[in-house]
């Protein structure tokens, strides 16, 4: 088995669906069907699981998982987080990045100034927004920052070997 640090949470199993074994399944992934073109999934316990069937149901997924053949059997797996190995995961473009590849990042300012480093990534739905901790003397007195993700406007550029982010950003907002 590999270390954690190679695991990528790509989902969560929900309640059961049934007496049969089906469970609900909450997708993280930018298509929600897209969790079943991984295989094979590592649930919260441990063990690895394969998808035996699969289909929407209304606006969410359901899934029959080999060997979870009762409803006490998807008890037992239910709100576990589905993981995968990274490696499983496709290769990305240029200026394309992985949201746990910016976490830890240092985050630096055009004319220099250290802001933090990135404790989170989430959506708005408008756009992604960087949750920056700031440093301990940070001169503006700030604890955090949250910063817009967005290309050109405010971030200027990902340096993913140096693991720094160039943004054109007032440090005292």
Not at 92 to 105: I, P, Q, S, V
């Amino acid at each position: 088995m590999s270390q954690a640090s190679d695991k990528v949470v790509i989902g969560k199993i929900g309640a059961p669906y049934g007496v049969k074994g089906w469970v609900k399944i909450n997708s993280y992934t930018d298509t929600p069907a897209g969790i079943f073109d991984y295989s094979p999934w590592i649930l919260g316990d441990g063990k690895e699981y394969q998808i035996d069937q699969w289909r929407p149901h209304g606006k969410s997924l359901v899934a029959k998982i080999e060997n979870v053949d009762s409803r006490d059997d998807a008890e037992r797996i239910k709100n576990l987080d589905i993981h995968i190995l990274a490696d499983q995961l496709p290769e990305l473009g240029e200026d394309e990045f992985y949201w746990r590849d910016l976490t830890g990042m240092q985050v630096v300012t055009t004319q220099g100034y250290d802001l933090g480093v990135v404790k989170d990534v989430f959506n708005t739905g408008a756009n992604d927004v960087l949750q920056v901790k700031a440093n301990g003397k940070d001169a503006f007195g700030q604890k955090e920052r949250l910063l817009p993700f967005v290309f050109d406007s405010v971030v200027q550029s990902v340096d993913k070997s140096g693991r720094v982010i160039t943004v054109d950003w007032d440090p005292g907002f």
